[in-house]
């Protein structure tokens, strides 16, 4: 027999509880988390710390900041840590949920969006300085969001963090289960798929781009999936000299980033 919940799944309450957690970005480190510690501008939702670590050096320059800033401190066994880190070979028994005011689902920017946008959304983008690079020049450029799907993209860890010079915290990030949901989300409410081919007829800095328009970066090796392709209405190319035949990957972001 099912006993029924305290808090049924379709209630206010329950979406802006899942949406709370949804907008946490967990990280870990001694030396990140202290870094983060020291931004007046990040908000702290809790810090988790091993029960093995001894109060000294960094750990204690940790829980000073905690102290002065009123931020939770919970003590947990190397094992839960571990699963809160989710990389326990790294984490250095300390991590911390921070929270991050632009980070919305898909379907939450489209019901707060009624201009025309740019957005560069990721398909299998897997190396972690690749993509903090990315998230930069989202950061720094004309672009209104980044679609970062939770499957097959690498994750917010430190060294993304790291390659994108704190910027992750300021970066309008937005989720999705897959990028091929995502997409298909986007196409459905109008949104205009746009993939980069070497092979395509239509230059990137030709292209007039209106309403919704998603420029979408495959992975580093094999560029965007069959299934992704198969969502694209355009094509784009930009035109290169001396035989080259590609860029990186975060180059053609900073490109599109600065697309007028």
Same mark, same amino acid.
């Not at 980069?196 to 965007?224: C, M, P, R, W």
């Given at each position: 027999?099912?006993?029924?919940?305290?808090?049924?799944?379709?209630?206010?309450?329950?979406?802006?509880?899942?949406?709370?957690?949804?907008?946490?970005l967990?990280?870990?480190? +001694?030396?990140?988390?202290?870094?983060?510690?020291?931004?007046?501008?990040?908000?702290?939702?809790?810090?988790?710390?091993?029960?093995? &670590?001894?109060?000294?050096?960094?750990?204690?320059?940790? /829980?000073?900041?905690?102290?002065? +800033?009123?931020?939770?401190?919970?003590?947990?066994?190397?094992?839960? #840590?571990?699963?809160?880190?989710? &990389?326990?070979? *790294?984490?250095q028994?300390?991590a911390?949920?921070?929270? %991050?005011? *632009?980070?919305?689902?898909?379907? *939450?920017?489209l019901?707060?969006? &009624?201009k025309?946008?740019?957005?560069?959304? /990721?398909?299998r983008?897997?190396?972690p300085?690749? %993509?903090?690079?990315?998230? +930069?020049?989202?950061?720094?450029g004309?672009?209104?969001?980044?679609?970062?799907?939770?499957?097959?993209?690498?994750? #917010?860890?430190?060294?993304?963090?790291?390659?994108?010079?704190?910027?992750?915290?300021?970066?309008?990030l937005?989720?999705?289960?897959?990028?091929?949901?995502?997409?298909?989300?986007?196409?459905?409410?109008?949104?205009?798929?746009?993939?980069?081919?070497?092979?395509?007829?239509?230059?990137?800095?030709?292209?007039q781009?209106?309403?919704?328009?998603v420029?979408?970066?495959?992975?580093?090796?094999?560029?965007?999936?069959?299934?992704?392709a198969?969502?694209?209405?355009?094509?784009?190319?930009?035109?290169?000299?001396?035989?080259?035949?590609? #860029?990186n990957?975060?180059?053609?972001?900073?490109?599109?980033a600065?697309?007028?």
């Amino acid at each position: 027999m099912t006993q029924a919940s305290d808090q049924p799944q379709d209630s206010e309450q329950y979406k802006k509880k899942q949406q709370f957690f949804k907008s946490l970005l967990t990280i870990y480190g +001694r030396k990140p988390i202290l870094e983060a510690l020291q931004n007046p501008q990040l908000e702290f939702f809790k810090l988790h710390l091993a029960d093995s &670590n001894k109060p000294q050096g960094i750990i204690a320059e940790i /829980l000073q900041l905690a102290e002065q +800033r009123e931020i939770e401190v919970q003590y947990h066994d190397k094992k839960a #840590l571990s699963r809160i880190s989710k &990389n326990a070979k *790294q984490d250095q028994g300390i991590a911390a949920d921070i929270k %991050l005011k *632009q980070y919305l689902s898909v379907e *939450q920017f489209l019901a707060s969006n &009624n201009k025309d946008a740019t957005l560069i959304a /990721l398909d299998r983008i897997t190396n972690p300085q690749n %993509l903090g690079m990315i998230i +930069r020049s989202v950061c720094a450029g004309y672009v209104d969001g980044l679609i970062l799907p939770q499957k097959g993209c690498a994750a #917010l860890s430190p060294l993304v963090i790291k390659a994108s010079t704190g910027t992750v915290f300021k970066t309008p990030l937005l989720y999705s289960e897959s990028i091929e949901q995502a997409l298909q989300l986007l196409s459905d409410n109008g949104a205009t798929i746009c993939t980069l081919s070497s092979h395509a007829k239509t230059s990137l800095f030709d292209y007039q781009a209106k309403g919704i328009t998603v420029y979408v970066l495959g992975n580093e090796t094999d560029g965007v999936s069959q299934q992704v392709a198969q969502l694209s209405d355009h094509q784009l190319t930009i035109p290169m000299s001396n035989d080259v035949e590609s #860029l990186n990957v975060a180059i053609t972001a900073a490109l599109i980033a600065f697309k007028k």
